[in-house]
């Protein structure tokens, strides 16, 4: 059962403008939120994450939004950059450290 | 800061023999650390979490005398693949938290397994 999911496998945008990145959830427990970018053959780095007692975390040209009635957050990036073509995973925690993750959007910035 | 390395970064064995990943944080002590599976373009699964010096809590469907895990130290951690098979073959990535901040795991660079 997927408690995370992000419905858009690739998105691809041109260099200097916005991307936005969607992820839906399921299970209310949820309460900290975080965004991890992935290279081929390397592991996940994280990203920037958001509490359930906020609505927006931003740091430098990441800002996660999250919505709770909604049970859905993004990751706006702007201005993309060529160096951020990678794959971004959504990942969701419920108060136990485990991490559940989406399926992940390939991003690629175009020049 | 917050380094974590995997060893070996790729193996290849062959099918019924056992392989050993190691994992450390290189910089920070782990008070837990996270063994995940990835198929080609499909999300991290989690496999186990283990705290150090004690039992790793596998998830449900990982066979547990299939996936052994040992968290002997708060900067070590060891995934041994028992006789492994085809199937087996797949990207091994561990992560690691430490106090503080035990939502944030910091991931190691993965191993690719291949079982022939």
């Known amino acids: 059962d997927q408690q995370v999911k992000q419905n858009s496998p690739s998105l691809s945008v041109q260099e200097g403008r916005i991307s936005i990145l969607n992820c839906d959830y399921t299970n209310s427990m949820f309460d900290y939120f975080l965004w991890y970018k992935k290279y081929p053959a390397e592991g996940p780095t994280f990203l920037i994450s958001?509490?359930?007692?906020?609505d927006k975390n931003e740091d430098g040209r990441f800002t996660v939004f999250l919505n709770k009635s909604a049970k859905h957050l993004s990751l706006h990036i702007v201005p993309s950059q060529p160096g951020d073509s990678a794959v971004y995973f959504c990942?969701?925690?419920?108060?136990?450290?485990?991490?559940?993750f989406g399926a992940g959007t390939t991003v690629t910035v175009r020049a | 800061g917050a380094v974590v390395s995997q060893h070996p970064s790729w193996v290849i064995c062959k099918s019924g023999t056992s392989v050993k990943i190691e994992c450390r944080s290189l910089d920070f002590q782990a008070t837990t650390m996270f063994w995940y599976r990835q198929f080609p373009k499909q999300s991290l699964m989690l496999m186990a979490t283990s705290n150090e010096g004690s039992k790793a809590t596998y998830e449900q469907g990982v066979e547990k005398d299939k996936f052994l895990i040992n968290h002997a130290s708060l900067t070590l951690s060891t995934l041994t693949v028992t006789s492994a098979h085809p199937e087996d073959s797949s990207f091994y990535i561990c992560?690691?938290?430490?106090?503080?901040?035990?939502?944030?795991?910091?991931f190691g660079p993965g191993t690719r397994l291949t079982v022939t």
């Open positions: 992560s690691a938290s430490y106090r503080g901040h035990s939502y944030e795991q910091y």
């Open positions: 958001i509490s359930s007692i906020k």
């Open positions: 990942a969701a925690s419920a108060n136990d450290y485990k991490l559940s």
